[in-house]
């Protein structure tokens, strides 16, 4: 992943974690899909064993041509 040199996080607010049959969902915010998801709009999920959940835009590898 690449990160913008100086920035080490920006706080997006909070979010209410909502029911949707026997599942949990989460609203992204607007500034994080717009500037980070490819066309597939995948993310991968990390669980730290201190709760921290995080989510990485998973990228296209461009095909070498």
Request: proline letters at 5%; aromatic letters at 4%.
């Amino acid at each position: 992943m690449h990160r913008k040199q100086g920035i080490k996080s920006i706080h997006l607010g909070e979010r209410r974690v909502s029911d949707m049959n026997f599942s949990k969902f989460v609203t992204l915010p607007k500034a994080f899909t717009e500037n980070n998801l490819d066309e597939g709009r995948i993310v991968e999920l990390s669980l730290s064993p201190d709760g921290r959940l995080t989510l990485t835009p998973v990228r296209k590898l461009e095909k070498a041509e």
